[in-house]
């Protein structure tokens, strides 16, 4: 187990962080501060465009539910509690900044993914860091080694981690064993990852703006019955927000997903962008779709995830914890909100990690399956890998749930950083393709 963790420490050391935030920072010059200025072009082209019945919206709304599935994890609720009791209320300016950084890399890779996604024999896209790290470097083998990271994690924190997180949630909250719950996991993923792409979209479809808005109502409402604290929480955000302790606190924070450094990681990368992930999944769209108008999806997903998710959980924290309690993770979000709601405030905890678990459950499946496909295509074995894929991430579902996953979440972290350095790397090769405007 040490030298686990020696080798987390390793990936997710400076050096990575760097990589992440120097991206974000090349990107966000090169696109002139898009994701500022043009909140209002974004914003119009995104969410906007929901209000005024524009034709293609349902499928976009489909695919950016599936993308947001995938984000919108249980790390929304755990790693932003781990990243405030790791560096104290400043982290959370240090998540924003990176959000927005993050923000340039997320309109960068799905942009590329689209500008280079292709079609197999069999009709499906093969789109994402697949098509563009073949592109970029000149051969497959770029893209092999992005596919087996991916497939890893898949299996890691996709579907273990996420697992784990609803059985803790569902036990603590109304007693259901483990055991039960994974048996109930296994049957309802199944019934959703077998049904074909179309009914992971549907289901990504209904499920997060349901959780989503479930999550964010009774959390404005927990944070505007604290409203006289608000101005405190932004004061202790800004004073702290350059002691030393709360950068590295933030830095955890924008890997919200992945490790926050504190022993065991705790959560998921909150919004994923610089993974590839966003990328994969926008490779989804339909023919119409076009890199601007995806990588602009990909901007509003990110800032829902961090800028708006996130934040509200932190407010919620910090408006509402008791420092003396000793809670950390889903339980110190579900304390805060039983100060609010009583006994219910638990059960809300529960009913949104759940939500959030299932969601990125289905949504890491369709990730991990185009990592196989593409892995299979050469061999000419994809129906075969693509079967086996299902039933061993099943497995992995049941396990999760069942299993105490201290080295599954420290495997996790290695694999979920290890993807993101070749797709940053060929971002940064192919910068030059990158533009505000389809190609």
């Known amino acids: 187990m040490e030298i ?15 990589l992440f935030l120097g991206t974000g920072v090349f990107l966000t010059v090169k696109l002139k501060g898009f994701q500022f200025v043009g909140i209002k072009v974004w914003w119009n082209a995104t969410a906007g465009s929901l209000w005024r019945g524009e034709k293609r919206v349902k499928s976009q709304l489909f695919t950016s539910c599936t993308a947001l599935a995938a984000t919108v994890g249980t790390g929304n609720i755990v790693g932003v509690a781990t990243a405030l009791t790791a560096g104290g209320p400043g982290a959370v300016f240090w998540m924003w900044i990176s959000a927005f950084l993050g923000m340039a890399t997320a309109y960068a890779e799905v942009f590329l993914g689209i500008r280079y996604r292709h079609r197999n024999e069999d009709g499906t896209w093969i789109g994402g860091p697949f098509a563009y790290l073949e592109a970029g470097f000149g051969n497959r083998f770029p893209g092999i080694i992005y596919a087996l990271f991916c497939v890893l ?3 890691g924190m996709g579907s273990m981690v996420q697992a784990n997180s609803m059985a803790d949630s569902l036990r603590f909250s109304f007693s259901i ?11 309802l993923t199944a019934a959703v990852i077998f049904g074909g792409m179309n009914r992971i979209e549907k289901t990504a479809s209904l499920l997060v703006p349901f959780s989503a808005g479930l999550y964010l109502f009774f959390g404005i409402i927990a944070v505007l019955s604290r409203y006289e604290n608000i101005p405190s929480v932004l004061g202790q955000i800004l004073n702290g927000a350059f002691c030393p302790e709360s950068v590295a606190g933030g830095a955890a924070g924008y890997g919200i997903s ?4 504190n022993g065991v990681a705790r959560g998921v990368f909150s919004n994923e962008a610089g993974l590839g992930s966003l990328s994969v ?20 997903e990110v800032f829902f995830d961090t800028i708006v998710s996130c934040t509200l959980t932190a407010f919620v924290i910090l408006c509402l914890w008791n420092p003396e309690e000793g809670y950390s993770g889903s339980s110190l979000v579900a304390a805060c909100f039983s100060r609010c709601y009583g006994w219910a405030g638990g059960m809300l905890t529960g009913i949104s990690m759940t939500l959030f ?4 459950i289905i949504a890491w499946f369709y990730l991990g ?4 496909d593409y892995l299979a295509h050469a061999a000419g074995g994809i129906r075969v890998a693509s079967g086996l894929y299902g039933i061993l991430y099943l497995g992995a579902v049941f396990c999760g749930c069942v299993g105490r996953l201290e080295a599954v979440w420290l495997f996790s972290d290695i694999f979920n950083g290890l993807m993101a350095v070749p797709n940053l790397l060929c971002i940064l090769r192919l910068s030059g393709q990158i533009k505000l405007s389809d190609m």
Request: hydrophobic share 55%.
């Open 153 to 155: 994690a898949s299996l």
């Open 4 to 18: 686990l963790r020696q080798m987390q420490s390793a990936v997710w050391g400076p050096w990575l962080l760097w």
């Open 281 to 300: 999944l926008h490779s989804l769209a339909d023919d119409k779709a076009t890199p601007k108008e995806q990588g602009m999806w990909a901007v509003f």
């Open 369 to 372: 399956k185009q990592a196989v």
């Open 357 to 360: 678990g299932f969601a990125t």
């Open 258 to 261: 992945q490790a926050v450094r």
């Open 177 to 187: 064993p483990a055991a039960a719950t994974a048996l109930a996991a296994v049957i």
